[in-house]
């Protein structure tokens, strides 16, 4: 017991400065709250979009509710966040945007100490995060997503560490490592980029290790004018060039990698390049049969494979491996090539769980309670408390119980939780019945919280909007792809969502039917409807005429705008959002009704408050007359591949008839300024 108390002794808690939108809290603005900060501070941001520039402080962290539900934008000449000189700052749970015109960076960091964490950065014309002149700057378990330029620049000497983070959909890269940068890319997903998914340009050493780098239109990975690289266990599929591309004065290691289907080439060392590499399998890497280029410019090595990996689900994007792959026990050390692992079994290049196993009573942190529960089964054989696995619970277990006790795992107050689980919510209505069973067997995590109980239930912080994580099967044994809430929130797909706890232990219905409504791209698959397309890349290609030039919104699967110039409906507005879906996709009512004829007039036909259209592309499921519950079927998409979608009148009726919907779901069309109902993630991105 002296040793735990000695310890903690001297340790010292800041303050926590609250700050609410509404100016319920002890301020209204960040800036305001910041400004009164001292190193060792929290300032606690509730939810609400912030239309501020914020200027970090060293020593502050900066916490806010979930990217989520709580936003920093800006759109004249500045930065959303800003950070100069900066030393052990954090900011958590934060949407970060930059919504102007004029080409600024939404996150800048200059000589900064700065660590990002499950935050969300978007920008409508330029760069998401620039860290520069020997910063040191950490993205963990953060989207950086739909910017105007690159995702993450990293510049003059800085080091920068992206771990476990999704960076998809910027305009001309991923990430750029440049001017003697250098750092580490461990455990993302780097997809969907106009361009190379990491760019190592007169900078390094750079490690990048465990990615799953794929579906970018240019390399998956760019090494250029002396980058010095070690690529390591990453699976690289399906890029628009090739998997790993090395051009003069470059040096890299590539080991243990999984290079396959990749459109021009696997590996291309050109002249002047050295490169040391083995153990990798390089297959199937000239889709474009333009020639055998699984290698260009080195000698295939004798230690590489060229066979099938056997991907879960290629034409869906699940490069995991199935169970019969043949890459078990083919890479350097005797494990598994590439990025994924097996689909049922656990990563090649393990994402390092955060968390404890002292952490007995599951609260986040090692703390008395654990101690008593540890006391009470010290001499025993009790195996959760036998952390050396010896046998027995004994001094040696309490030396590594000590190590750990004080720590919090948990980003969030560890005594404020509240347990969700999970139930099969058979008939979509958000409301557990009697006869609607538990769902146990499941992966369920809480995104930063680094939870996993083994009766599928998760612990999460009360009051705030966290991101969960959910897969699993019904127990038919389909897949369960929707999560239910009791009204007024809608249905949102799998396997991620946020969720707003209140005070209170929850149970979060789960469902494996599909409701197609304008949910964010990413949140309903947004590489399974690229693949279903015929011909995805040109798609998107050809529909950016159809946008007007100040209409600012990503040209995605959910677009409003000019018609398509052809049929004599050329320059005729389009007042309605286009969902592109797979055919055969069901379409369920919004809301309960009767389903009336469309006659062409403001109304579109509807005699009442309010009503949901749902025009053409449709093989219809119902009859004019007939009545419908929510989530009823209407219909079925048809080979147009998509539903043409609009809520009249509106606004007012809407924001009456529909509990939930606020002024935020109306934007001002600069087609003619009519106000246009959009989902509550939209905005200029």
Known sequence: ?????????????????????????????????????????????????????????????????????????????????????????????????????????????????????????????????????????????????????????????????????????????????????????????????????????????????????????????????????????????????????????????????????????????????????????????????????????????????????????????????????????AASEGGIIGALGVAEGEPAVPVPECGSPSDFDGSGEVGFEDFFLFADALGGADPRFDLDSSGTVDLSDFFSFADDFGKVFQRRDPNALVRVSFFYDENLNGRREADEIALTDLNATAFGYCQRKSDGSINIPRNQTTTIRVSGVSPNGKSLISATYQEPTVVISLPEFGYSAGTQDASIGLADGFLTSPFEPSRINWEDYDAALSDATNWRLGIYHIFPEKWSYPANYFYYGYRIPSGGLEGRAHLAFDIWAVPGTPVLASAPGRIVEPIYDYKFGINGAYGTVYYNHLVAAVSIGETVDRYDVVGYIDEDRHLHHVLKPGPERILEAFSGVGESYFIRSPLDGEPVPVPPFWGPQ
């Open 1 to 329: 017991m002296a040793i735990l108390l000695l310890a903690l002794h001297g340790v010292s808690w800041g303050r926590t400065l609250t700050v609410a939108v509404d100016g319920t809290a002890d301020y209204a603005t960040i800036e305001r709250a910041l400004n009164a900060a001292v190193s060792g501070d929290t300032v606690q941001v509730g939810s609400g979009t912030y239309r501020e520039s914020v200027g970090l402080k060293s020593g502050v962290v900066l916490l806010g509710s979930g990217y989520q539900g709580t936003r920093i934008e800006v759109e004249d000449r500045e930065n959303a966040i800003y950070a100069v000189g900066v030393s052990e700052t954090e900011v958590v749970g934060f949407t970060l945007a930059y919504t102007g015109t004029e080409g600024w960076v939404t996150v800048g960091v200059n000589s900064g100490q700065v660590r990002f964490t499950e935050c969300r950065v978007i920008n409508s014309t330029a760069t998401g995060i620039l860290a520069v002149e020997g910063s040191d700057v950490i993205i963990a378990e953060c989207r950086v997503e739909q910017t105007g330029a690159r995702g993450i620049v990293f510049k003059g000497g800085t080091r920068g560490e992206i771990r476990n983070s999704e960076i998809r959909r910027n305009l001309y890269a991923g990430m750029s490592f440049t001017e003697g940068s250098s750092g580490e890319v461990v455990g993302n997903t780097i997809s969907g980029n106009d361009g190379y998914g990491v760019e190592v340009n007169g900078a390094g050493p750079v490690r990048i290790v465990g990615n799953e780098i794929g579906d970018n239109t240019w390399a998956g990975i760019l090494g250029k004018e002396e980058g010095d690289l070690e690529v390591r266990g990453n699976t690289l599929v399906d890029n628009e060039t090739y998997g790993v591309l090395l051009q003069s004065g470059s040096t890299a290691t590539v080991v243990d990698n999984v290079v396959a289907m990749n459109r021009v080439g696997g590996i291309n060392s050109e002249e002047g390049s050295i490169i040391q590499i083995g153990f990798n399998d390089v297959w199937n890497n000239d889709v474009w049969n333009n020639g055998a280029r699984d290698y260009e410019g080195i000698p295939v090595p004798s230690s590489d494979l060229a066979v099938d990996p056997r991907f879960e689900n290629f034409e869906k994007g699940d490069y995991r491996l199935q169970s019969a792959t043949p890459l078990i026990g």
